[in-house]
């Protein structure tokens, strides 16, 4: 990274990646050059989508690992007999062990169009996505990753009900943006590596 690249701002570092408005609007008001704001942000989702628009093919595990820690969250809106996704994000999470089936993954999925619960639905798509990311080598598998702690935050905010939504899916936000940087400290275009 350049000298120059070290005094630029977080709006314009994240303007040239193609971030959405809604980060650089954010990192206009927190000022700061990109590493004050990578460790700053309070969001990972939108970590997730920088560190996948940084396009960085060493970050993929990482990245992957993040998104699996974050679809964890969402087990606890799941049923304590819900073995499958459960089976299907430890597979998933683990980049040792073997990935799950595409079978498993599929059924997965259909299990959460069949939900009756809204916030079971949004954590077994969390887990679904975290696991075709795994499965892929493609780049649209990996940039679905960024929804992951959308999801998992949507989950939270329905299972809290109408007084403690906007609580609970901003708390999911930060610990997912916690979740992010533990496993992403800092992509090389932030650290000047």
């Known amino acids: 990274m350049t000298e120059h690249a070290h005094q630029e701002s977080a709006a314009r570092w994240l303007e040239a990646l193609g971030a959405s408005h809604d980060v650089v609007s954010y990192a206009q008001t927190v000022g700061g050059d990109p590493a004050e704001f990578w460790a700053a942000c309070p ?13 960085d093919p ?17 087990l606890d809106y799941l049923p304590d007999d819900d073995s499958l996704a459960r089976a299907v994000l430890a597979a998933s999470a683990d980049a040792a062990a073997e990935p799950p089936s595409r079978d498993e993954v ?14 079971v639905a949004l954590a077994r798509r969390a887990i679904v996505l975290t696991a075709r990311a795994r499965l892929s080598a493609e780049p649209a598998e990996l940039a679905d990753l960024a929804m992951v702690p959308s999801l998992v935050s949507q989950a939270a905010a329905h299972d809290a009900g109408d007084c403690a939504m906007i609580s609970a899916a901003s708390f999911v936000l930060c610990k997912s943006a916690e979740l992010v940087r533990a496993h992403l400290p800092a992509p090389s275009e ?3 590596e």
């Open 190 to 192: 932030v650290a000047g």
């Open 43 to 55: 969001r990972g989702d939108w970590l997730l989508a920088i560190a996948i628009r940084i396009e």
């Open 58 to 74: 060493a970050a993929r595990g990482a990245i992957l690992g993040a998104s699996a820690a974050i679809a964890a969250l969402g």
């Open 106 to 119: 599929d059924a997965l999925e259909r299990d959460a169009d069949d939900a009756p619960d809204p916030a």
